[in-house]
């Protein structure tokens, strides 16, 4: 069940920015804030 809100999480190493495309494209509203995930810079 989706509220509208988003889910953000970190620290699971994520291959670069591929996790966040992935779940932008499947409508999903979940976010790696890592820096691994956003070209080490906070996103």
């Not at 999480?9 to 499947?26: V, W």
Request: charged share 15%; aromatic share 6%.
């Amino acid at each position: 069940m989706s509220h509208g809100s988003w889910h953000l999480h970190g620290n699971i190493h994520s291959a670069g920015s591929a996790y966040n495309e992935l779940n932008r494209r499947q409508g999903l509203m979940c976010y790696d804030v890592d820096m691994d995930a956003n070209g080490l810079a906070p996103p």
